[in-house]
T-cell receptor, first 112, second 112 residues
């Protein structure tokens, strides 16, 4: 699995967009980019994933560069409840045999 | 039961004792995983199972064993607990539609 690099921490004002970057320069062609978040000591929560096209769901948008070496998770209107550790993970997904290897993540602090 | 259930929620265990952490899912997911998370760190994969009857080693398997007798249950056993196994343990599952992992709420284990 490709290694990912994220900034250790970021701040965002409530109501503004939070843009969380992730570098995965060694990603291979069939590795997906996954994003999870962990609030306090709860279990991680799936946010979104993509292969090469940009993706959007009810929680966030995922922008993947054309060369796939980096991506950005966008929370369009951050709230205080979005304060969490955000993990970017590059992983193969072949049927149900994908294994997610977590890094240190980015601690996002949303401030009023 | 909805999703993943882990038991116990927390446990204080004497060193040298045997302990089994329970994990049950009701989503009929084929793949299941065990992670540990130490204070202030990311999650590390202990063991995984792609389908009932099969298991595999993750990043930190030493001192732990798992079994997968059926689709729903994936217990994690510490044969002889040591203080370095003090951690929060998360169980997760995934299906074959690349929709992300579902995590349990975790078991907080303290080995003294």
């Amino acid at each position: 699995d490709a290694k990912t690099t994220q900034p250790p921490s970021m701040d965002c004002a409530e109501g503004r967009a939070a843009n969380l970057p992730c570098n995965h320069s060694t990603i291979s062609g069939n590795e997906y980019v996954y994003w999870y978040r962990q609030i306090h000591s709860q279990g991680p929560q799936y946010i979104i994933h993509g292969l090469k096209n940009n993706e959007t769901n009810e929680m966030a948008s995922l922008i993947i560069t054309e060369d796939r070496k980096s991506s950005t998770l966008i929370l369009p209107h951050a709230t205080l409840r979005d304060t969490a550790v955000y993990y970017c993970i590059a992983s193969f997904y072949s049927g149900n045999t994908g294994k997610l290897i977590f890094g240190q993540g980015t601690t996002l602090q949303v401030k009023p | 039961i909805a999703g993943i259930t882990q038991a116990p929620t927390s446990q204080i265990l004497a060193a040298g004792r045997r302990m089994t952490l329970r994990c049950t899912q009701d989503m009929r997911h084929n793949a299941m995983y065990w992670y540990r998370q130490d204070l202030g760190l990311g999650l590390r994969l202990i063991h995984y199972s792609n389908t009932a009857g099969t298991t595999g080693k993750g990043e930190v398997p030493d001192g732990y064993s798992v079994s997968r007798a059926n689709t729903d249950d994936f217990p994690l056993t510490l044969a002889s607990a040591v203080p370095s196994q003090t951690s929060v343990y998360f169980c997760a599952s995934s299906d074959d539609r690349a929709s992300g992992y579902t995590f349990g709420s975790g078991t907080r284990l303290t080995v003294v």
